[in-house]
């Protein structure tokens, strides 16, 4: 598979099969998110590879806990219908964590970026792109309490848990969803 047959093909997965990932693909898919762009190069993510459905339960519940209120702040009617138990059925879980003390230059400008964030948003894309080109499908998760995940996961209070990655071998691959034209996202200067 190709790098661009991977991109279009990719689909978040919220059905997977009660089967264990093999670990030489667990291993390969966490080489490439190694492999991201990073400011500096200062590579700030570590992640924790979740093969214990104590944790998946866990984590379950605190994002039910998430949903309520979301749904009371928002006033959402979908949130509450959102249903997570694809969080149970996921065989393995990868929690991302960042290390905010890792950003590049662009900290000391006026209106910083967050590099350390970004930099783990290419590591988690490397993943679910080598996870799809193994067979494997995935879920892009941040619907949690930072909090309820540092102390499910055992993760030190400087650290930002940017994301959960739900991963397995798909049940059902849902249709991909619509796009929005490239001519109404963007913006050519010439």
């Known amino acids: 598979m190709d790098c661009i047959e991977a991109i279009l093909g990719r689909r978040s997965c919220r059905s997977f099969k009660n089967q264990k990932i093999e670990e030489g693909k667990i291993t390969a898919i966490l080489e490439c998110a190694l492999y991201a762009p990073s400011p500096a190069n200062k590579q700030?993510?570590?992640?924790?590879?979740v093969e214990n459905p104590e944790y998946n339960q866990k984590l379950k519940d605190a994002v039910e806990r998430s949903k309520e209120k979301i749904a009371e702040k928002s006033g959402w009617s979908w949130v509450p219908k959102y249903?997570?138990?694809?969080?149970?059925?996921?065989?393995?879980?990868?929690?991302?964590?960042?290390?905010?003390?890792?950003?590049?230059?662009?900290?000391?400008?006026?209106?910083?970026?967050?590099?350390?964030?970004?930099?783990?948003?290419?590591?988690?894309?490397?993943?679910?792109?080598?996870?799809?080109s193994m067979g494997l499908e995935s879920l892009w998760l941040s619907l949690f309490e930072k909090?309820?995940?540092?102390?499910?996961f055992e993760i030190d209070e400087d650290k930002d848990p940017v994301a959960i990655i739900c991963l397995g071998?798909?049940?059902?691959?849902?249709?991909?969803?619509?796009?929005?034209?490239?001519?109404?996202?963007?913006?050519?200067?010439?």
């Open 83 to 132: 249903n997570v138990d694809f969080i149970n059925q996921a065989p393995t879980l990868i929690v991302v964590v960042g290390d905010p003390s890792k950003n590049g230059a662009e900290q000391f400008l006026e209106e910083p970026s967050q590099g350390y964030e970004h930099a783990c948003s290419a590591a988690i894309q490397n993943m679910l792109l080598a996870a799809h």
């Open 147 to 152: 909090k309820d995940v540092r102390k499910i």
């Open 169 to 190: 071998y798909p049940e059902h691959i849902g249709q991909a969803p619509t796009r929005k034209s490239i001519e109404s996202k963007v913006r050519f200067i010439e």
């Open 44 to 49: 700030p993510w570590e992640f924790i590879v």
